[in-house]
């Protein structure tokens, strides 16, 4: 059962037990809200439902929309007109930065907001990751700059940005590798990745995305830790929505450590990515 019917199914009763608290306590920790947010926002909707003279399930489910909405944050992260703009996608392992970086180049073109795309191979730790961004630059008519496996990213990204410059290009789109790092390197080799294009690009022209896999939970969230303990990070992406019937993890991230949601992506057609948009999130959510 999808996680909104099975929200809908414990919140259709006409009156509240006692049980029934306890047992949306659970099912909002299965949702990925995590147990120290899903004991919080019950414990708030059962004064809200108190003060409210609230007792029914489906009154409860629209106040829990209410508890919800202030962790429901979005940011606009859109390429700015009139200099070159520079996205990165962070993340570890799997989760979807090289599918990601390709379709935010190609949203962006298709739709006006970038005139010309640079893709930037920034994932020098595996030669088939080269070979995936160049594939995904041959579809899509885009430039890719690329060194060989082994190469330095940050030479890459450099590249990247001198290249996109040249050529009269608005828009780079970097992918970096996603292997586990113990955190002390990954936060140095992030730092100086993130200084290379600082210097080039910017303040608010430059955008650190980080992606991470709806599916896999609480993981996620440690991963937003260790990611934002590295550099400022400016939105999430939210992949693998489609095989994922919870979700909670973007509420989770943005109450915990202050990050908001840019994209939710929902399949691996270069057309399945979605502006972030609290509320109809917070309703499929909720099955409102
Ligand atoms: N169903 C689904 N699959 C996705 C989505 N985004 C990415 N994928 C798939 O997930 C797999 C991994 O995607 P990649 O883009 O290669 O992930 P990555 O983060 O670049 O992986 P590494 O380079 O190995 O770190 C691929 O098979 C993608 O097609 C999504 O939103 N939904
Ligand atoms: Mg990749």
Redesign the pocket.
């Known amino acids: 059962m999808r996680f909104s019917d099975r929200i809908r199914a414990l919140l259709g009763m006409s009156v509240m037990r006692d049980d029934d608290w306890d047992n949306l306590v659970d099912l909002l920790v299965e949702g990925d809200l995590g147990p120290a947010f899903a004991d919080a926002a019950v414990t708030e909707l059962q004064k809200l439902c108190a003060q409210e003279g609230v007792r029914d399930g489906a009154g409860a489910r629209s106040l829990l929309a209410r508890v919800l909405a202030p962790h429901a944050r979005s940011v606009r992260v859109e390429p700015i007109p009139g200099g070159l703009n520079v996205v990165l996608m962070l993340?570890?392992?799997?989760?979807?930065?090289?599918?990601?970086a390709a379709k935010l180049a190609r949203l962006w073109t298709a739709n006006g907001l970038a005139s010309k795309a640079v893709l930037a191979a920034g994932?020098t730790f595996?030669a088939a990751?080269i070979d995936?961004l160049k594939l995904h630059g041959q579809r899509l008519g885009m430039r890719v700059v690329a060194q060989t496996q082994g190469s330095d990213a940050g030479a890459v990204l450099y590249d990247a940005v001198e290249a996109a410059a040249a050529e009269g290009a608005d828009l780079v789109v970097a992918?970096t590798?996603?292997?586990m790092h113990t955190k002390q390197n990954l936060i140095r080799e992030l730092e100086k990745l993130d200084k290379i294009v600082a210097a080039r690009t910017d303040r608010e022209r430059y955008r650190k995305l980080l992606?991470v896999d709806a599916t896999t939970g609480q993981n996620a969230l440690r991963q937003a830790e260790v990611f934002s303990a590295a550099v400022k990070i400016d939105g999430l992406v939210l992949?693998?929505?489609?095989?994922s019937a919870r979700g909670g993890l973007a509420l989770a991230i943005a109450r915990d450590l202050g990050i908001p949601t840019a994209f939710i992506?929902?399949?691996?057609a270069y057309g399945?990515i979605k502006p972030f948009e609290p509320e109809r999130y917070l309703s499929e959510f909720l099955g409102l």
């Open positions: 993340g570890v392992n799997g989760v979807g930065k090289t599918t990601t994932d595996r990751a995936q992918d590798a996603g292997r992606v992949t693998k929505y489609d095989s992506c929902d399949g691996e399945d």
